[in-house]
Every structure is written in C-alpha cells, then in structure tokens.
C-alpha cells in the first residue's frame, strides 16, 4: 500500500492545532498524526485522537501532562518524560560536582528557569525536587512567559544570583 502524506501547520497555536487534528481525522481520515513538537499542543490533541481510535505519534512534547496517567491506547511518544529531564540533569550536577570544584551538593549554586507551559512546568518541577534531595543551594527560582519577547530582567536577576548552573 501506498503512504500520502497530509501536512498540517498548527502555527505553534493549540486552537489551531485542534481544528487542524479534528480536519485530518473527520475529513482527511488520516489513520496517524506524526510530529507535534510543542507540549501546549499535544496535551489536548492526545485525549482527541485517542477517542477517535487515530494514532498519535509524538516525535518530541515531552511534558508529563501528555500521557501521565491518561492511560491513551492510541497515543506514543519514544521519549523520556519532562519530569526524567528534571531529574537527571540535577543527577548529572551531583555526580559531577568536582568540575566545579565542589565537594558538597551545598556548595552548588545553582538556579532554575522554565518557560510557563506544560513542557517547562514539568521540567522545572522535577528539577525542585531533586534540588531537594541532594540538598543543593537554590539561589534563583523563576519561570517566564513562553511568549515572552525580552527576558532582560530575569538575565539581571541571574546575574545577581550568581548561579554555578543554569536549568
């Protein structure tokens, strides 16, 4: 059999991007939609393609909102979570504090700034915790809009911070 492709833009906009879904399942009858990079898009497209039995392919939103504990047959995405993100990078900063000349997770300065939507949310959650758990010196905590244009003051605030480490 034959593959055609149908391309649909979403214009990183989850409204559009639902009607867009809703056409290529009701009028294209498309059996699967591949791609979706943005999690603002892919959590509310999963629950519509998995109620009309259409499979969604996500190559990248990893925000947990998108399948955690949805429970989404016709849904997949072949990557880590945000939350696994979060964590490991926090990991990666405890097992290698010697490069930073530290013998402590104390000792680590370290600051934390996500974008507010659901791929950020999820990242930075993760990251607070396990901050937490190793015990390691927040010095700066903020999120931004995701359409934010300048992002000057919260460069000044981390300037001021003086942060080892940026997530």
Known sequence: FEILP?????????DV????????????????????YSSSIAVPLAPICNQNKTILWITI????????????????RPQPMGSQWGKTSVEMLK??????????????????IYEDGPYGTSVQAANLEALKKYG??????????????????????????????IL
Do not use: C, W
Not at 6 to 14: A, E, K, L
């Open 6 to 14: 149908v391309v649909s833009d979403p214009q990183s906009n989850p």
């Open 17 to 36: 991007a639902i009607r867009e879904a809703e056409r290529l399942i009701n009028v294209e009858k498309v059996p699967v939609i591949l791609g979706v």
């Open 61 to 76: 939103a990893i925000s947990d909102a998108v399948v955690k504990g949805r429970h989404l047959e016709y849904v997949f």
């Open 95 to 112: 097992d290698n504090l010697s490069r930073f000349g530290y013998t402590e997770p104390k000792q680590l300065r370290v600051a934390v």
């Open 136 to 165: 390691m010196n927040m010095v700066h905590h903020e999120g931004y809009n995701h359409k934010a244009n300048d992002l000057s003051a919260l460069i000044l605030k981390l300037k001021a911070a003086k942060p080892d480490v």
